[in-house]
């Protein structure tokens, strides 16, 4: 019996293979030829689907060169062929099924097919079965997009049958997502509909709260008696009620036609005024309408007559709402999907919240990174030596702008942050020995006619700026591998810009405390810190220190710079955007301590990110809110959250 099997399966397949290569789509074509032709978003549908079901493996390119345009009908008998242009009045035809074509036909004898947007849309719906197992990876992904942007039920078997064969790890993860989101809104058995919905329940995706949430769609309904059996029913409503108002409830039954129209004020008038017969209206004069009881009469008579409408009265109103159920029922008509859809969406909307909590976290580290590095060249100027220097914003402008200047000499971007870091540190360390050999030396223990004078310094170089470069803001470009962002999930995300920072400013934070802790210039600088007189007396120059220590706090400014420019924008006013949070981050976390300038950051970013929370759309009443509680919190802690001990604290 095997054998006797084998061998007719051995006759029959050749058959088999021979039926499918001699399949041909053309006499499917001249079937739905007028539907063709016609080409209305209205009736194509059958022509589409009947082509696209035909098992032909000619479907598919006539599908594709038919939503290309490049489909031509000859007048004379209807036949449809792939057309190519030779010249203004002649075409090349290609016959469909691969028989003989035509060269040189004429354009008077054809009729070139031309889809609408609709059409097109329709055919495109079509191909993505056969894209879903195309041999090119990139067509499989279109397709999988063109589902998720526009899915439809018809797409769901195709999309099942394609993940067998994926043999794309990526894709076959894509598909397999897809086709729980599918199976959500387009399965038929409900069993499977709940399975999906369990297992997409931990995911974060906006897609899958988009499946979800209209499964939880209302519609308001009312009844005369109890609720009806048989209905998704979600709750019921008391009119007079925060979710159901008496107005809308009486509107719903009058346009149920369970009620008659409310009569307005509107409405009185104008039927009072469509009714004037000889003066008078409802055998009211005219001239005692004045009053709303003599009107409420006339309309009264005029509704008695069957002229008008019966008076619908607040107490009428009320009377027809409070003898009627009224329920908000369900538009898919499955509890158990409801329900399912209610508890995977609360799972959700935990995860999402604690991952808001991350990404607001995240943030807030990202702006005290940036805080951090801004104020930690102030936190040696003004925290260790105790200047008020206000020109310190200004440095942070020429970091930036000497990033933007290399840039102009140094196209590729990587190399030219690279040389741009060192150059900025430079250039600021320079300017902040002149200024310091120059002016601040000049003003050591006279701190206000240091913050004058760095005051007046930063107008100037601010002007200075605006001469050289311009008032337009200047571009500082990050390098290609900064460029996007880290996203975690749906909701948690950050730019690898801000990432770039956080690492630069710790960083700097390691190679300040070598310095403090390593070097002769940090044993120097702590040392005329605590006591300039006794480390004068040990050999140590106070005036080289202090110069070199200005100098130091100065290039870290300029390095700032450079970071804060691959985000906001390079302008003159680039410092005092910034120069108010630096002197705050130093002074909340400690004068004199580079852990209380870090502590003093983080502070300020997570409260600034946390005020921003409640309010966002309001950033300038976050930090108004933000200085009011520092301003509060100095009052109980002076000498900030870190404070310095021993004389130095006392200085």
């Known amino acids: 019996m095997i054998r006797l099997f084998l061998a007719g399966l051995a006759l029959m397949l050749p058959c088999m293979i021979a039926s499918a290569q001699t399949a041909t789509l053309q006499p499917i074509l001249q079937e739905h030829g007028a539907l063709i032709a016609k080409s209305s978003r209205k009736t194509i549908a059958p022509a589409i689907d009947a082509i696209a079901t035909s098992g032909v493996p000619q479907a598919q390119v006539f599908l594709e060169q038919w939503a290309g345009k490049n489909i031509w009908m000859r007048k004379s008998d209807g036949v449809l062929f792939i057309g190519e242009k030779l010249d203004a009045k002649t075409y090349a035809l290609t016959d469909i099924d691969g028989g003989a074509g035509f060269d040189g036909v004429a354009k008077s004898d054809l009729k070139q097919l031309k889809p609408n947007s609709g059409v097109r849309a329709m055919i495109q719906t079509a191909l993505v079965q056969f894209q879903l197992s195309d041999d090119d990876p990139e067509r499989r992904q279109d397709a999988l997009t063109s589902i998720a942007r526009d899915p439809e039920a018809s797409l769901l078997a195709h999309l099942r049958a394609s993940i067998e064969g994926e043999t794309d790890d990526v894709l076959l993860a894509q ?314 999930n749906d909701v948690v995300s950050i730019s690898y810009i801000r990432i770039a920072i956080f690492v630069l400013a710790f960083v700097f934070l390691a190679i300040f405390l070598f310095i403090m802790k390593r070097t002769r210039l940090g044993l120097e600088t702590r040392a005329v810190t605590q006591n300039p007189r006794m480390a004068a007396s040990m050999g140590i120059n106070p005036g080289r220190v202090n110069m070199l220590t200005f100098g130091l706090g100065s290039g870290i400014a300029g390095v700032a710079g450079v970071a804060i420019g691959l985000f906001a924008k390079v302008t003159s006013e680039l410092g005092s955007d910034y120069i108010v949070q630096s002197f705050m981050t130093v002074v909340v976390g400690g004068v004199g301590n580079i852990w209380g300038t870090l502590a003093g950051a983080a502070m300020i970013g997570f409260l600034q990110k946390g005020i921003e929370w409640f309010n966002p759309s309001n950033t300038l009443a976050a930090q108004t809110f933000m200085i009011v509680f520092i301003i509060i919190f100095i009052q109980f802690r002076p000498r900030g959250i870190i404070a310095l001990k021993g004389r130095a604290a006392g200085d």
């Open 175 to 488: 598909k397999q997502r897809l086709e729980r989101l599918l199976s959500i809104g387009y399965d038929p058995d409900t069993a499977v509909r709940v399975a999906a919905i369990k297992d997409m329940s931990g995911d974060l995706g906006v897609d899958v709260r988009a499946a979800l949430n209209p499964l939880l769609s209302t519609i308001l309904e009312v009844t005369d008696t109890d609720l009806p059996q048989g209905r998704n029913i979600a709750n019921t409503l008391t009119p007079e009620s925060e979710a159901l108002s008496v107005t809308a409830a009486y509107e719903l039954l009058v346009a149920k036609d369970l009620a008659p129209p409310l009569t307005t004020p509107d409405t009185l008038r104008a039927a009072l005024s469509a009714n004037i017969d000889q003066g008078r209206v409802g055998g009211i004069p005219i001239a005692q309408l004045d009053s709303d009881e003599n009107r409420a009469k006339a309309y009264a008579a005029l509704a008695q007559a069957g002229l008008v409408s019966p008076l619908v009265t607040e107490a009428d109103v009320k009377t027809a709402v409070s003898e009627r159920v009224f329920f908000e029922a369900y538009n898919e008509p499955s509890s158990d999907v409801t329900d399912a859809a209610k508890e995977a969406l609360k799972t959700i909307e935990a995860k999402v919240a604690a991952n808001q909590v991350l990404d607001l976290t995240l943030d807030a580290l990202s702006l005290a990174s940036i805080y951090f590095l801004a104020a930690i060249g102030l936190a040696i100027t003004f925290g260790v030596m105790g200047v008020i220097n206000m020109a310190h914003g200004e440095f942070i402008m020429m970091g930036a702008y000497t990033g933007y200047v290399v840039q102009q000499i140094i196209p590729d971007h990587t190399v030219s942050i690279i040389v741009a870091i060192p150059l900025a540190f430079a250039v600021t360390f320079a300017a902040g020995v002149a200024m310091e050999r120059l002016v601040i030396r000049w003003l050591y223990s006279r701190p206000l006619e240091t913050l004058l004078a760095t005051f007046g310094i930063s107008i100037v170089l601010q002007q200075l700026a605006k001469n050289i470069f311009g008032t337009q803001a200047r571009p500082l470009t990050a390098p290609g591998w900064l460029d996007g962002s880290w996203v975690i």
